[in-house]
């Protein structure tokens, strides 16, 4: 049992490249969720899906889409990468809403210069 | 938006000693969360509570309903203790959209 898997661990971008986070779980969760994580802030919310075929904004989605095609899997995309865009990026899945307990990605790292 | 503050945002003890970090929060709750993150980056739950106190091992997490706050206390700490503790709330009060995030509380525990 993978649990949630995040691919890939660390990226390097230039300026205006595009690329796409892949997260996947196999806990049949319904609900997924895609945080960004900055030195001296709490982590932040993205976008978030409450099931397939839905995708919803967090608190700072400008510069991001996102898709939810299949269950399992959300794909968080960056169309045109910014400097300012250089975090480390969490995935989590949950049973339910957020009074259920999230379970977390191992993160991928993105620097982009 | 619920808005979540914790204390200390560093803490350094010795092994042994009894810890507590704090979570303060704005707005009215139906559950708040604890949890770790390990100098290797991964995040893992410790706690879910809505009300009263829970325990597992070491660690004890109560939570004040009225009071809008939270304590985590970690008894006999050990170094591997040493991590980043971080409290999270339902941003809204159905918790649909997520949960807003304390900046947490990094912990070092020496031996």
């Known amino acids: 049992n993978a649990g949630v898997t995040q691919t890939p661990k660390f990226r390097v971008l230039k300026t205006g490249q595009s690329m796409t986070l892949l997260c996947a779980q196999d806990?049949?969760?319904?609900?997924m969720y895609w945080y960004r994580q900055d030195p001296g802030m709490g982590l932040r919310l993205i976008h978030y899906?409450?099931?397939?075929?839905?995708?919803a904004k967090g608190e700072v989605p400008d510069g991001y889409n996102v898709s939810r095609l299949k269950k399992q899997n959300f794909l968080l995309g960056l169309e045109s990468a910014a400097p300012s865009q250089t975090s480390v990026y969490f995935c989590?899945?949950?049973?339910?809403?957020?009074?259920?307990?999230?379970?977390f990605g191992a993160g991928t790292r993105l620097s982009v210069l | 938006k619920n808005e979540v503050e914790q204390s200390p945002q560093n803490l350094t003890a010795q092994e042994g000693e009894f810890i507590t970090i704090n979570c303060s929060y704005s707005?009215?709750?139906?559950?708040l969360h604890w949890l770790q993150q390990h100098p290797g980056g991964g995040i893992v739950s410790l706690f879910m509570?809505?009300?009263g106190k829970k325990k597992h091992g070491r660690l004890i997490a109560t939570i004040n309903i009225q009071e809008k706050h939270s304590s985590l206390h970690i008894t006999a700490s050990h170094p591997r203790d040493s991590a980043v503790y971080i409290c999270?709330?339902?941003?809204?009060?159905?918790?649909?959209?997520?949960?807003?995030f304390g900046k947490g509380t990094h912990l070092i525990i020496q031996p």
């Open positions: 989590a899945s949950s049973r339910g809403s957020a009074k259920n307990i999230q379970y």
């Open positions: 806990m049949n969760h319904e609900y």
């Open positions: 899906s409450v099931g397939e075929g839905t995708t």
């Open positions: 707005v009215g709750i139906s559950a």
């Open positions: 509570l809505s009300s």
């Open positions: 999270a709330v339902p941003s809204s009060g159905g918790g649909a959209d997520g949960l807003t």
